[in-house]
């Protein structure tokens, strides 16, 4: 059984700082893998994908990366911002998509 | 185009009534999902279609069902509430050429609870 893990639980940092933001899963057969955000109260917002043959993904200051052979998925922001408060999902597909419980990152001034 | 759009946006229930949540896309998506997501956890799958006509269960499916008599729609019935499915509901849709290469689209979800 598939089972997706996101460590930490919650992140809180000054802004400006770069960081990363980790998701490991059991099952390496997957189609892809993504990182979706989520505001509070709100729907879920795709940021990236990655198919099962790539090794990374970039859009704006977002990177992602995958190592399928090992399980694991790491999603960096760059020079962080308050806007980027949120929580974070990271999600595999297989014929359907398992996410994990998700990062709460809180960015302060 | 709208997206996918979800019905109501809160509603409150009593123990053992009965209700019924609507999910439409118009992107002409295959794929079609719901979600409950109870606080400080991730998303769970209930149900799942992969065309008008087919439905499977996903990995919460007790208390609920669903149907997919359209591509656009794909409504969720709670035929007696419990307090257990109280939580948020999403709705999702994804185009499916084959393999499973795209994103899934998300509704702005349901909040449900069972008093």
Same mark, same amino acid.
């Given at each position: ?25 059991? +099952? ?10 989520? +505001? ?26 995958? +190592? ?15 806007? +980027? ?25 | ?7 109501? !946006?809160?509603?409150?229930? !009593? ?23 109870? &606080? %400080?956890?991730?998303? !769970? ?5 992969? %065309?008008?006509?087919?439905?499977? !269960?996903?990995?919460? &499916?007790? %208390? ?18 419990? &307090? ?32």
């Amino acid at each position: 059984k598939q089972e997706v893990t996101q460590i930490p639980a919650a992140l809180s940092v000054p802004e400006g700082e770069n960081l990363v933001l980790n998701c490991s899963f059991t +099952d390496s057969a997957i189609y892809n893998l993504q990182w979706f955000r989520q +505001d509070p109260g709100k729907g879920l917002t795709s940021l990236l994908l990655i198919q099962s043959s790539q090794r990374e993904q970039t859009s704006g200051r977002l990177n992602a990366s995958l +190592d399928k052979s090992s399980g694991r998925s790491t999603l960096y922001i760059a020079a962080s911002q308050p806007g +980027d408060s949120a929580t974070y999902l990271c999600a595999v597909n297989t014929d359907k998509l398992i996410f994990g419980t998700g990062t709460r990152l809180q960015v302060f001034p | 185009n709208a997206g996918v759009t979800q019905t109501p !946006k809160f509603r409150i229930l !009593k123990i053992g009534q009965s209700m019924t949540l609507q999910c439409t896309q118009d992107m002409n998506h295959n794929y079609m999902y719901w979600y409950r997501q109870d &606080p %400080g956890m991730g998303l !769970k799958l209930i149900y799942y279609s992969v %065309g008008a006509g087919i439905t499977d !269960k996903g990995e919460v &499916p007790n %208390g609920y069902n669903v149907s997919r008599s359209t591509t656009e729609d794909f409504p969720l019935r709670l035929e007696l509430a419990a &307090p257990s499915q109280t939580s948020v509901y999403f709705c999702a849709s994804l185009l499916s050429l084959g393999v499973l290469t795209d994103t899934q689209y998300f509704g702005p979800g349901t909040r449900l609870t069972v008093l």
